[in-house]
């Protein structure tokens, strides 16, 4: 059974996301559709000291009316900042010594200034860090077509799946008969019930990127995640 996922790319997103690629054998990133503002697509939390913060990557002016995939930085220095501000944040978190030079490594390495591929170069990043296999494509490679449920069920019946992972907020608009028509079922995601974990600045929250459960917990961070621990045992 081949498992798949489409989800629009997200910079440096929490723990579920990453949890959902590790639940499919392909992730689809579905960035060939409009750029949402105030959005996930280029920005995160984080915790510091003072409570929590965003990050954000400096867009063109327009992005808005761009797909994801021609959206464009807007500040070639936003790298330094993040870096620089996730430091002075997570210093003092007990596996920052350790995290830290692979960390540097991947924003030092993100020298593209599409925000699709500055998203999946910490997307696999990230990946590599925890052991997550599944493997990554561009929906735009497969050249979908249909609007809304027919592009995604489009994009699964090209891409050979069995199985359509997806979240519950798709709930709200997803043609679960059209999937079964072409012989796909449909699973939907659960991401309720994470444990809690040691946070550097309390109180506890979850909804903050996963770089903050990897400086935190360092070789433990799958442990806190429902299928990452499983994923990276597949071949």
Not at 85 to 97: D, G, K, M, Q, S
């Amino acid at each position: 059974m081949k498992r798949v996922a489409i989800v629009q790319s997200n910079y440096i997103p929490w723990k579920g996301y990453f949890d959902l690629i590790a639940a499919v054998d392909e992730f689809i990133l579905l960035d060939n559709v409009q750029f949402t503002t105030r959005d996930w697509r280029n920005r995160n939390r984080i915790k510091t000291a003072s409570g929590v913060r965003w990050l954000s990557i400096p867009v063109i002016r327009g992005a808005r009316n761009r797909p994801i995939n021609e959206v464009e930085s807007g500040d070639p220095d936003w790298r330094l900042e993040h870096w620089r501000i996730l430091t002075e944040a997570y210093r003092r978190a007990p596996h920052w010594a350790d995290a830290a030079p692979i960390l540097e490594r991947l924003y030092q390495g993100c020298e593209s200034t599409r925000l699709s591929t500055i998203n999946r170069h910490f997307l696999e990043g990230v990946c590599d860090i925890l052991r997550i296999r599944a493997e990554f494509s561009r929906a735009e490679d497969y050249d979908p077509t249909g609007t809304k449920t027919e592009r995604l069920v489009d994009l699964c019946v090209k891409a050979g799946a069995d199985e359509y992972v997806t979240g519950p907020a798709a709930r709200a608009y997803l043609d679960e008969s059209l999937f079964h028509d072409a012989g796909i079922d449909v699973r939907w995601f659960d991401y309720s019930g994470y444990p809690e974990y040691p946070q550097v600045h309390p109180p506890f929250d979850h909804q903050v990127s996963i770089l903050d459960l990897i400086v935190n917990t360092g070789p433990a961070a799958a442990r806190y995640l429902k299928f990452a621990a499983p994923a990276s045992t597949r071949s």
